[in-house]
């Protein structure tokens, strides 16, 4: 098995905080253009604004994204988390061309694509420490050397990283995690 096909613990437990990944399907950077990335954001800002999640962290890169967050309670029949890749997914399919979205076919009974891979990771953090670890990963990994998409982690607009450095509040749906440990 490669990184591809390896399955990822990808259960959640309400009111627990997860260091959460989704990726895209196959590694694709579906997520390069602003369009999509602002897709995330929007289903972020639903779903707290109706207080089925908290979000202490994030960072949405060309092809995964990672959050720092809790799920509090369901969206109907489905988890919050299930809601995510569902409207992004619904979202994604209508602003792809023919040609683009044929990258993203598959054979399935339920389904022709598949944008998100099926096992997102999902890592409970125990302690402010590994809190805190995981929160660095995540405003770090704009500026890592095999991404370069920043010279510094508050200078890249998809993240909380600006939040805890600046206290820019340019997302509604961020909670400061420091009020949660």
């Keep these: ?54 979000v202490y962290g994030f960072v949405i890169m060309p092809n995964h994204i990672h959050l720092l967050w809790r799920m509090n309670e369901m969206n109907g029949k489905e988890t919050p988390k299930a809601s995510l890749l569902k409207f992004t997914a619904h979202q994604f399919k209508s602003m792809l061309t023919p040609a683009e979205l044929s990258k993203f076919r598959v054979n399935a009974v339920n389904k022709k694509y598949e944008f998100w891979q099926r096992d997102p990771l999902a890592i409970e953090v125990y302690t402010p420490e590994v809190v805190y670890q995981k929160l660095d990963y995540i405003h770090r990994n704009p500026i890592a050397k095999n991404w370069n998409l920043a010279s510094e982690p508050s200078q890249y607009k998809y993240s909380s990283a600006c939040y805890y450095e600046e206290n820019n509040q340019q997302f509604d749906f961020l909670k400061h995690i420091g009020e949660q440990l």
């Design 1 to 54: 098995m490669d990184k591809f096909t390896t399955p990822r613990n990808s259960y959640m437990e309400f009111d627990k905080i997860y260091f959460w990944t989704a990726t895209i399907n196959n590694w694709q950077k579906l997520l390069l253009p602003d369009s999509f990335k602002d897709v995330i954001i929007d289903s972020l800002n639903y779903l707290s604004k109706k207080n089925l999640i908290d």
